[in-house]
């Protein structure tokens, strides 16, 4: 089971998060990021394309400001929770159909059974406590309704010298994740693969570049497509 981390930490964690939105695209990583094009790409990586979402319930939980969520008009209805968002406000148009919920992923302020996807994209390490997350969305997932989930893996050797990243509450294995949805879903398709920073030398050499530099080293993107049910 991955444990809770004290409240403390979990805001410690918010107010990082806070702040990496207000300047992420001053950093080298993200300049120029087409968002639309980047959003394409990783739906690939599920294994899914646009017209999934056609007709459907979808629910993103811990969207940030620029979640998935407001790149699926074609959805029968959008809902975007985030215990952010009112800070992100003047970040989020988005079109109707959608419903905004300023609420944390441990405690969905939703009915059981009333989405039909659920997207969790690299929200999940950033919780309080993550099996309650994962529990939640299963229980608002319809029988049969799909969680797209990305986390950020790593090698378990890893693991111990992660703790200067204040950003990220919880660190695991892509192998780690796997168990932990076995016991809120079934069918569970996994897809790992490296994330690489291709910044230039001077970018990575700089003060605030190491953690790229570090990333390049031993970052993976973890992509899970799993059924509730």
Known sequence: MARAVPEHRWREAQRHELDFWKRWR???????????????????????????????????VGCGPVGLIHFVP??????RLDPLLPEYAERLPLPEPRLSVAAAGE??????????ICVCFNALD???DPHAAL????????????LLLMV???PAWALPLLWPDRLHPHHWTHARVVEMLAGQFHGIRAVRERRRFDLPLGALLK???????AGNLVLYSSYFLAIAR
Request: glycine letters at 8%; hydrophobic letters at 40%.
């Open 26 to 60: 001053e950093l080298p990583a993200y300049q120029g990021l087409d968002l639309e094009r980047y959003w394409a790409g990783e739906l690939t990586k599920f294994c899914v394309e646009p017209d999934f979402f056609s007709g459907r319930r979808v629910l993103d």
């Open 74 to 79: 074609q959805a029968a209805a959008r809902i």
């Open 107 to 116: 405690r969905l302020p939703l009915a059981p059974d009333c989405v039909d």
């Open 126 to 128: 950033h919780m309080r």
């Open 135 to 146: 529990a939640e969305m299963a229980r608002v997932l319809r029988p049969g309704g799909h």
């Open 152 to 154: 950020h893996s790593f």
């Open 207 to 213: 003060p605030s570049g190491w953690k790229y530099a």
